[in-house]
């Protein structure tokens, strides 16, 4: 559905782009729906893994949004404004068994403490590698999976995070973590992931 809607002009400029938007621009509204819908679908498949809600639950964003458009306020991230937004309307289309499972976390402090930096990257390896890896990454629990693809593959900051999920920095903290122990304990490193840490490469004990 949205492999139309690509366009090699599309402004880069988000914040000038929303700006104009609330104005009324239609080409300002365009570029940002261009640039962003298509790493909300990927985001929004990974939670639903329904391809037809994704879609329906975007268009709905953007349609609302430019209704409303008069009545929005100035954001410094359209990415991150569009993201918390999805992923609200997604929280509200969840079962209520789903969503049950899916929001129990616990607040506790775990004893192992990330460094400020963690990057997971995948090597360029074969198709059944790759699939292997997604076999793991999908073993998580769900609000697990959904904090690593947040933190590491769309590059938002831990608070961000928790007004994306309406959780506490804490709790974001210690999902990351509890999905490195996972992740480890399922051997992930022999899968083509690296952990790059800025300091150790284990997380430390907290003392």
């Known amino acids: 559905m949205f492999d139309t809607l690509t366009s090699a002009s599309i402004p880069n400029d988000d914040k000038l782009n929303w700006q104009a938007f ?4 239609e080409a300002a509204f365009t570029a940002l729906y ?12 990974k939670i639903l893994h329904d391809d037809a809600a994704v879609e329906d639950l975007i268009q709905d964003l953007f ?3 430019w209704q ?13 404004y569009l993201f918390r937004s999805l992923r609200r309307r997604i929280h509200k289309s969840l079962s209520p068994t789903r969503l049950q499972s899916w929001e129990s976390t ?23 590698q790759k699939d292997n890896l997604n076999f793991c990454l999908k073993s998580l629990p769900l609000r697990q999976y959904e904090v690593l693809v947040l933190r590491y593959y769309q590059d938002f900051s831990y608070s961000e995070i928790s ?15 509890r999905a490195v122990l996972k992740l480890r304990q399922l051997s992930i490193h022999n899968l083509l992931i690296i952990f790059l840490f800025n300091s150790n490469f284990f997380p430390r004990e907290v003392s």
């Open 22 to 25: 609330r104005l009324g621009d």
């Open 34 to 45: 261009q640039r962003h819908v298509r790493i909300l679908f990927s985001y929004g498949r």
């Open 63 to 65: 349609i609302d949004l």
């Open 68 to 80: 409303t458009r008069s009545r929005l306020s100035d954001v410094d991230s359209p990415k991150f």
């Open 106 to 128: 616990s607040e506790e402090i775990l004893p192992v403490t990330l460094p400020s930096e963690f990057y997971i990257i995948e090597e360029e390896g074969n198709q059944k």
């Open 163 to 177: 007004e994306i999920l309406f959780i506490n920095e804490q709790s974001v903290r210690n999902l990351i973590q």
